[in-house]
Structures are given as structure tokens and as C-alpha cells.
């Protein structure tokens, strides 16, 4: 069971493991030429010590060394990431697998009730207990531990990491005991992160009792190049052990096929709106339109409260800063802060459009198209959705970001401002969109994975790619590249133009793919 759930998960598995280690390594790399003196890690530190920074981050006691930098930076992104991951892992193997039947046929053959479960606990333990290794090992080599203490701060950070990736995998395990579909297991055990999250948000912003009632912040108190505090990673062990025994006890106690919690029937009637292609699709991304809008707004807050301090910080520190963010000041910041608000934004529009496969995949699709609904209204309403959702998510992002730095500097034209900048990036998010329909239309069975595949990619190329060295032809031809720095360099009408109409040849072609072949069911 071990050697087959490695060979069904391989690929997922390296692909958590390198991108986490990945990402520690470049933001250590990069902190490295960013703050190369020690003043400029002091004004890093004194700019990471306010409420915004503290409650999304954490702060790292020795934030004014190299290492307490990058940890500030880069580890609750990377821990909240791994535990995550391994809860949709958990989720894909275990009750996702039993929902498909798979699991039964496994039982069939000799072979104990639990046996599956438990290798795939030992295969994602294994992958935790690598991720932390990796970021200990990068640690070290990037030198980010203090000078005379050895590889012990970057051992904390690496167990710290593991730590909490293995309390993810006691969530997952238990989530897929509770919940009847993979669905909802993945939405509980999400929740129950994103709660260990908030908890420790709110005891940062209080007096830190809070703090020490949450598994993240029990990884966090390890207090990596500080404290180097080795006893709380015995807790996040235990946590895991606890919650995984309660999974298996919840296995041996259920009836196959159910969850804890029995699957409620629907409601006798529903409303006028679902019986439309539109409407029904507002129902089932309710969540992720709900949860998007929160990250925007969260991150537009965090964003235009330090973008000021930020920027006398990065103005201070030299080096290649301005080649990177195309720009010297505050204009080049809030330009490289309104593209960010893009790229998450864009996030959101892939994956709405990519449900349309998700539909058809799962035989969503066939009942409504059995009705008076054309193949060619289904598809344009429900891609109502991922274009003007995404036109409100920029408009909402560039105000908030924009009315908060603005009141900071008392200049409430701002808001306005900053909503037009990041409206600029609708163009580029509907490439992608179209993409994604073009893909849905000529070969659905891959369509998922490619455009998430082109959207990582324009991922690393947008953010690293001048840190990589990619070269120009490659970063130019991004559809992020054309269009304008906002609000560094001035508006032109003609990118945004030329992006809107490849977006709607994608589109077109997509969805007249769509008219004329058969649906393709999973």
C-alpha cells in the first residue's frame, strides 16, 4: 500500500515538496541582497512590528538578523501551505478514494481495514518530516544562523515547519472520518486550519495567550535564530498522534461509505435562479467567490498599510531594488502591489472557469443540458462568473489597498486610483480565463491540469523571473508584461485592447469546440 500510494500521488508529492523548499530558498536568497547591512535589517524589523504584519505573519523576536527576516517572511506562508496540502493529500486518499469505490476493491483483496489509511499517513508524515528537512538544509546553507550557534536555529525552523504539516495531516485524517464526500472533508479540514490560523491572529494581536491555544502557534513559539525552543514541536507530535488515533477508531466504527456525520437531503423545493446555468453556478463556488473576496481585501489592507514604510525601507536598502520593481518609491511599489492584487485575482477567474470541466467531469453538466438550455448559453453564463467576479475583486482590491494608503498619507484620491491600476489587469486575468475555455473545449480531459500548469508558470515568471534571469522575450511575452505599470507609468488603451480580443478568440474557440464534440465524463 505504501509503494501504490506513492505511485498515485509521486507527482504531487514532489511537486509540494520542491515548491516549498523552493520558496524558502529564493526568499532567503533574496532577503540576502535585499538587506545586506545591519541597518537595513533593523528598519526591516521596526517596519515588521505593527498590527498588520504581527496578525498575518507573525514576528520573529530576532526579526533584525538575516534569519528572523526571512522566517518573518516566508514561514507561516510555507507552514499554513504544508499543513493545507497535506489535508487535501489526506482527503484525496482517503475518503476521496472510498467515495470512487477504490478503497472497496483494495478491501477485497487480503488486506486489513486500516491498512490503506495508514500508509498514506506514513507516505505524507514522510513528505512533512522531507519539507522540514529541505528548509533545514537551505537554512544552513544560506547561512541564516547566527555566528557561534551552529545549525541550531535552522533545525527549529525546519521542525517548526514538519511540525505543523504533521498537525495537518491529524486534521485531514480525522475530517475524512467526519465528512461523507471528499468535498466536505476538504472544506472541514480547511476550516479547521484556517481557525488554528485566526486563533493565533488574534492572540498576536492581544496579550499572546491566544497564541499558545493554536497549533500554528505552538510551531511558531519554536522561535527559530531566538528562542530556538525545541519542547513545543513535542506538542504538534502528540496533537498528530491524538487525532490520528481518533481517525482510526472513527475506520474501525463506521459504516463504509458514510461519514460521522450523516449526509442530509435536500430541501423539497429550490429556487427560481438554480434551474439557470448562472444561478446554479453561483451556488457551488458560493465558498471560493466568499473566501477570495476575503483574501483580496485582507491582503489589499495589509498591502496599503505598509506600502509608505516599505518603500523608504527598500529606498534605503539599495542594491537591485529598483530593477526589481521597475522603479524607485512609493509609485513603483504601489504599481508592484496592484499587479499582485492581479495575480491572486487571476487565481480566483482559473478557477471558476476551470469548473466548467469540473462539471462535466463530475455529470453536473448532462441534466441541465437534458433541459431547453443550449450548450452555448450554459457555457457564457457560467463564465459570467470568473469575468465579472474578477473585474469586482480588482475594482474592490485597488480601492481598498488605494483608501488605505491613502489615509495614511491623507490623500483620499487614492482609492480611486489604485481601483483603475489594478482594473487595468482585466484584460491580462481574461487571457487566462480564455485559455482556460480554449483547453476545456479542445481537450477536457487535460484541461484542468494544463491551466493550472500555465498559470504556475506565469506565476514563477511574473515574481521570479528577473531573479532567475528568464530571458526578456519570455518575460515580455506574459500577458501581466503589457499591461501598464500603474500608477508608475502612464495609461494606454492599446494592450488592454489587444489583450481583451486574444481573450475572446480563446474564448470563442473554446466554446465552439464545445458545440460539436461529445461530453467526456470522468
Not at 474501525?252 to 429550490?270: C, E, V
Amino acid at each position: 500500500m505504501v509503494r501504490l500510494q506513492l505511485r498515485r500521488n509521486r507527482v504531487r508529492l514532489a511537486a509540494w515538496l520542491v515548491a516549498l523548499v523552493t520558496m524558502f530558498a529564493y526568499v532567503a536568497s533574496y532577503y540576502q541582497e535585499l538587506f545586506p547591512t545591519q541597518a537595513a535589517l533593523d528598519d526591516f524589523a521596526a517596519v515588521s512590528n505593527t498590527p498588520g504584519i504581527r496578525a498575518l505573519t507573525g514576528l520573529s523576536p530576532a526579526a533584525n538578523t538575516l534569519g528572523g527576516a526571512v522566517w518573518t517572511k516566508a514561514w507561516m506562508t510555507i507552514a499554513l501551505a504544508l499543513a493545507l496540502g497535506v489535508v487535501f493529500l489526506a482527503t484525496r486518499n482517503g475518503r476521496a478514494d472510498e467515495e470512487a469505490g477504490r478503497t472497496e476493491l483494495l478491501r477485497s483483496r487480503m488486506l486489513g481495514v486500516h491498512a490503506a489509511t495508514v500508509a498514506s499517513w506514513l507516505v505524507l508524515a514522510c513528505l512533512c518530516v522531507l519539507v522540514g528537512v529541505g528548509i533545514t538544509l537551505v537554512s544552513a546553507a544560506q547561512g541564516l544562523d547566527p555566528a557561534g550557534a551552529g545549525l541550531r536555529g535552522s533545525s527549529v525552523l525546519g521542525a517548526s515547519v514538519a511540525g505543523v504539516g504533521l498537525v495537518g495531516l491529524g486534521v485531514g485524517a480525522v475530517a475524512g472520518q467526519v465528512a461523507g464526500t471528499a468535498r466536505a472533508a476538504n472544506a472541514l479540514g480547511s476550516a479547521v486550519i484556517l481557525g488554528f490560523y485566526v486563533l493565533r491572529m488574534v492572540g498576536d494581536l492581544g496579550d499572546g495567550a491566544l497564541t499558545w491555544a493554536s497549533p500554528i502557534g505552538w510551531g511558531q513559539k519554536m522561535e527559530p535564530f531566538a528562542g530556538d525552543r525545541w519542547w513545543p514541536l513535542a506538542l504538534l507530535a502528540l496533537l498528530a498522534v491524538v487525532l490520528c488515533t481518533v481517525a482510526i477508531t472513527l475506520e474501525a466504527r463506521r459504516d463504509h461509505g458514510a461519514g460521522l456525520i450523516a449526509a442530509r437531503p435536500g430541501r423539497a423545493w429550490a429556487p427560481r435562479r438554480f434551474a439557470s446555468p448562472l444561478g446554479l453556478g453561483l451556488r457551488l463556488q458560493r465558498g471560493p467567490i466568499v473566501g477570495w473576496t476575503i483574501a483580496v481585501v485582507l491582503a489589499a489592507v495589509l498591502f496599503g498599510s505598509v506600502a509608505e514604510a516599505m518603500a523608504d525601507l527598500l529606498d534605503d536598502a539599495g542594491g537591485d531594488t529598483a530593477d526589481l520593481l521597475r522603479g524607485a518609491g512609493v509609485p513603483a511599489l504601489l504599481s508592484m502591489l496592484a499587479s499582485m492584487i492581479g495575480l491572486v485575482t487571476a487565481v480566483f477567474a482559473t478557477q471558476s472557469a476551470v469548473s466548467l470541466r469540473g462539471d462535466e467531469a463530475t455529470g453536473i453538466l448532462e441534466p441541465q443540458l437534458a433541459g431547453a438550455i443550449s450548450r452555448t448559453r450554459w457555457a457564457l453564463e457560467r463564465l459570467l462568473i470568473p469575468v465579472a467576479g474578477s473585474a469586482v475583486l480588482l475594482a474592490v482590491g485597488g480601492a481598498v489597498l488605494g483608501a488605505v494608503y491613502g489615509a495614511t498619507v491623507d490623500d483620499p484620491s487614492q482609492s480611486a486610483a489604485m481601483a483603475g491600476a489594478t482594473l487595468a489587469y482585466w484584460p491580462a486575468v481574461m487571457v487566462l480565463v480564455g485559455l482556460a475555455v480554449a483547453l476545456f473545449g479542445w481537450v477536457p480531459r487535460v484541461a484542468v491540469p494544463a491551466t493550472w500548469g500555465v498559470m504556475a508558470a506565469m506565476w514563477f515568471a511574473t515574481m521570479l523571473g528577473e531573479v532567475f534571469g528568464l530571458p526578456d522575450w519570455v518575460l515580455d511575452g506574459l500577458p501581466f508584461a503589457a499591461v501598464p505599470y500603474l500608477p508608475l507609468e502612464p495609461f494606454s488603451w492599446t494592450p488592454l485592447v489587444a489583450l481583451t480580443m486574444v481573450a475572446a478568440v480563446l474564448t470563442w474557440s473554446g466554446v465552439h469546440r464545445l458545440r460539436r464534440r461529445d461530453l467526456q465524463p470522468a
